[in-house]
């Protein structure tokens, strides 16, 4: 009750949800991302689990055993075999897509989403070959979608910090750079298997094999080991020099090598070979000179610096390592 002759007006603020929402740790339904998952038995997984704040809408996955975990994980997701259907039915429900099945259906998928304007995160390497790269890369460029590789080896801050290094001059003008893994951990140098075997009925072959030419199923190339076949994948260096070589190529404004040559354990046309050393010779770019950078993999190692101390490991993680050489210091 209010006695005061002076009239009393009151002021009533409307503050949109999605500002104090957000500002309190809650976003509303209504404002999260739809995201739809492809290839989600192994890594597609992980990378979901890191987007599971927004709204989990559909997973889609050629072998329906692997892929069991994570439909556990979003029961009320709708489940395809086919990401083609996925797309023609739910494509007004999505705004998003993950992609992390095998590297050879990366583009075909991808370049589908971008053109029905759908934001793209792909699993590294980006594509099966150089042109499906560049496919995507006009292709994100003219629909303006917002895109992202998942190349986790690059995002950490050390790779910052080694930059930094390489650009402040700290070991001096660098004219080489070596890189090594341990992979493959998975088949590689193998002819084509010639047994042949059923696929299970928890997995669709005609839809894993893809844009790649017919071969009959065989336990040898899933879930995992697609990776050195050439059909499916790319090899140890295509599967992790994404990771150890970024860094060289962005601190050193590397574009394209004037000349590659190579030297392998035993070839053939199905898989890489066990192992290998790849010599790339970069030019002169920016006022930076010419650069040798190598890559070995299989368990080839480049030459150990004097000045690392005795005992101190090459291969101090599970996945590689990488040797700047300048003209001050390592």
Not at 63 to 70: E, G, I, L, M
Not at 294 to 303: E, I, R
């Amino acid at each position: 009750k209010h006695n005061s002759p002076v009239p009393v007006s009151f002021c009533i603020t409307i503050i949109p949800s999605h500002v104090m929402g957000k500002a309190l740790g809650h976003v509303a339904p209504s404002d999260k991302l739809n995201i739809a998952g492809v290839g989600i038995g192994g890594k597609g997984r992980v990378n979901l689990r890191a987007m599971s704040s927004e709204n989990i809408v559909a997973l889609c996955d050629v072998d329906w055993k692997y892929a069991q975990a994570c439909f556990n994980d979003y029961p009320a997701a709708k489940r395809y075999w086919d990401w083609r259907i996925m797309l023609e039915e739910m494509g007004d429900d999505i705004d998003a897509i993950m992609i992390a099945t095998s590297d050879h259906t990366h583009a075909a998928i991808a370049a589908t989403a971008i053109k029905m304007g759908k934001h793209v995160y792909c699993q590294k390497p980006l594509t099966h070959s150089v042109y499906e790269s560049r496919l995507l890369t006009n292709l994100a460029r003219e629909y303006k979608v917002a895109t992202q590789m998942g190349n986790q080896g690059n995002s950490a801050p050390e790779a910052r910090t080694v930059e930094e290094w390489i650009q402040a001059g700290e070991i001096g003008e660098v004219k080489e750079v070596h890189a090594w893994t341990n992979r493959p951990i998975w088949p590689q140098g193998l002819e084509r298997p010639k047994e042949v075997m059923t696929a299970p009925d928890t997995m669709n072959w005609d839809l894993f094999i893809g844009p790649a030419p017919m071969r009959p199923f065989h336990e040898i190339y899933t879930p995992w080991n697609w990776r050195g076949w050439w059909d499916f994948g790319t090899g140890a260096l295509g599967d992790m020099a994404i990771h150890i070589l970024n860094p060289v190529f962005s601190s050193m404004k590397l574009g394209y090598p004037t000349k590659v040559q190579g030297s392998s354990t035993l070839v053939n046309t199905e898989s890489a070979p066990q192992a290998q050393r790849v010599e790339y010779t970069f030019p002169e770019r920016e006022g930076l000179p010419e650069v040798k950078v190598s890559w070995y993999d299989g368990g080839m190692m480049p030459p150990r610096p004097v000045e690392l101390a005795d005992g101190e490991p090459m291969m101090q993680d599970e996945m590689g390592g990488c040797l700047f050489v300048g003209s001050k210091d390592k």
